[in-house]
C-alpha cells in the first residue's frame, strides 16, 4: 500500500486499507479454523529430561547453537517417523529455530538426524523451557516412540 500513496493519493490508499479490514470476516467465514484448533494442549510444558543447568554448558549469549538428533528407526515405522518429524520440524521453527532439516545415514538407511539451529544458547533454553507446550511435547513424544531406541542429542556451538 506504501508504494500506491505517491501514484495515488493518500485518501485511495487508506479506502483500500478500509476495505481490507472489512473483508477479514469474510475471510474467517471463507476459511475457519479446524474444529479441534480449540482442544490443543497451550499449557506450556519444560522438558522433564531438558539442560539442568544452562549455566554449566555454554555462556547464554554464545551461537549458534546447533542441536543434533539421532533416531534409529524400524523400515515399517519409516513413513510414520518422516509424518511425526514434520511436525516437529514446524513446532522448532515456532518457537525459535531457524534452521531445520532431516537426514538419513548412508551407512545405516534406519539412522535419521535431525539438525536444527537456533541464534544463541539463551534461545535454545527458552525454546526448552518457556516455548514448548503440552502439545509440543506430544509430537516429541510421538517421534520418540517410533525410534527403536533412545533419541541421542548433542549440542554444538562454533569452534
Not at 499449557?43 to 539421532?70: H, N
Not at 521453527?93 to 534406519?110: F, K, Q
Amino acid at each position: 500500500m506504501g508504494v500506491a500513496a505517491p501514484a495515488f493519493g493518500y485518501p485511495v490508499r487508506l479506502a483500500a486499507s478500509g476495505l481490507l479490514l472489512l473483508l477479514i470476516p469474510l475471510s474467517i467465514a471463507m476459511w475457519p479454523l479446524p474444529a479441534t484448533m480449540g482442544n490443543l494442549d497451550r499449557t506450556i510444558e519444560p522438558a522433564k529430561d531438558a539442560l539442568i543447568d544452562p549455566q554449566e554448558r555454554a555462556d547464554p549469549c554464545a551461537g549458534p547453537v546447533t542441536v543434533v538428533t539421532t533416531y534409529r528407526v524400524d523400515a515399517e515405522h519409516e513413513a510414520d517417523s518422516v509424518r511425526a518429524m514434520a511436525q516437529v520440524r514446524l513446532f522448532r521453527l515456532r518457537t525459535g529455530a531457524t534452521s531445520w532439516r532431516m537426514t538419513r545415514s548412508l551407512e545405516d538407511p534406519n539412522v535419521f538426524t535431525e539438525v536444527y539451529t537456533l541464534p544463541t544458547w539463551r534461545e535454545h533454553i527458552r525454546q526448552e523451557r518457556d516455548r514448548t507446550t503440552g502439545e509440543d511435547r506430544k509430537l516429541l513424544a510421538r517421534a520418540r516412540d517410533l525410534a527403536r531406541d533412545e533419541p541421542v542429542t548433542s549440542w554444538h556451538l562454533p569452534a
